[in-house]
T-cell receptor, first 110, second 113 residues
Framework: LAKTTQPISMDSYEGQEVNITCSHN???????ITWYQQFPSQGPRFIIQ???TKVTNEVASLFIPADRKSSTLSLPRVSLSDTAVYYC???????????FGTGTRLLVSP | DAGVIQSPRHEVTEMGQEVTLRCKPI?????LFWYRQTMMRGLELLIY????????DSGMPEDRFSAKMPNASFSTLKIQPSEPRDSAVYFC???????????FGPGTRLTVT
């Protein structure tokens, strides 16, 4: 499994765009990049997944450069309710065994 | 759909007692996962099932832990005997076909005194 590295914590203010970068230098050809979000006292929630270039959904955007050794989760105009831990995971599509690292703790302030 | 259902939501027990955690996956999902989360170790995968069959239980910490999935709509995680270091939040998750999008339940907060 490719190892991922992401910042331990980030701070932001309401209305700002937040970009969380994840490093995965050993990503394999068949690996996809997946992000989960976990609110306090809740289980993680799938946010977005991508393989290359850019993926966008109603929650976030995922930017993946051509070499795929890193990826950036972009949250537009964050609100207080976006305060959570964000996990970056790498694995084959359909790969069952997700390995959650320490994640990035995002704190959004008024 | 109601989502993944776990019971109980909170469990407080004494060391040495048997603990059984229950999970009902989302209907139609064919994979089920049990995780444990603590401050020290983060979120760890304990075991997962595919079509009710245990596929990988390498994350199960000790023989005191066991998991079963008698049918597609029910799974249990049992700890016998329980120890204080088993105190954690236990999550159940399920997925349909591809494992990458897992739906997590609300968790069971276990405290062993």
């Amino acid at each position: 499994l490719a190892k991922t590295t992401q910042p331990i914590s980030m701070d932001s203010y309401e209305g700002q765009e937040v970009n969380i970068t994840c490093s995965h230098n050993n990503i394999a050809t068949n690996d996809y990049i997946t992000w989960y979000q976990q609110f306090p006292s809740q289980g993680p929630r799938f946010i977005i997944q991508g393989y290359k270039t850019k993926v966008t959904n109603e929650v976030a955007s995922l930017f993946i450069p051509a070499d795929r050794k890193s990826s950036t989760l972009s949250l537009p105009r964050v609100s207080l309710s976006d305060t959570a831990v964000y996990y970056c995971l790498v694995g084959e599509r359909g790969f069952q065994k997700l390995v959650f690292g320490t994640g990035t703790r995002l704190l959004v302030s008024p | 759909d109601a989502g993944v259902i776990q019971s109980p939501r909170h469990e407080v027990t004494e060391m040495g007692q048997e603990v059984t955690l229950r999970c009902k996956p989302i209907s139609g999902h064919n994979s089920l996962f049990w995780y444990r989360q603590t401050m020290m170790r983060g979120l760890e995968l304990l075991i997962y099932f595919n079509n009710n069959v245990p596929i990988d239980d390498s994350g199960m910490p000790e023989d005191r832990f066991s998991a079963k999935m008698p049918n597609a709509s029910f799974s249990t995680l049992k700890i016998q005997p329980s120890e204080p270091r088993d105190s954690a939040v236990y999550f159940c998750a399920s997925s349909f076909r591809d494992g990458y999008e897992q739906y997590f339940g609300p968790g069971t907060r276990l405290t062993v005194t």
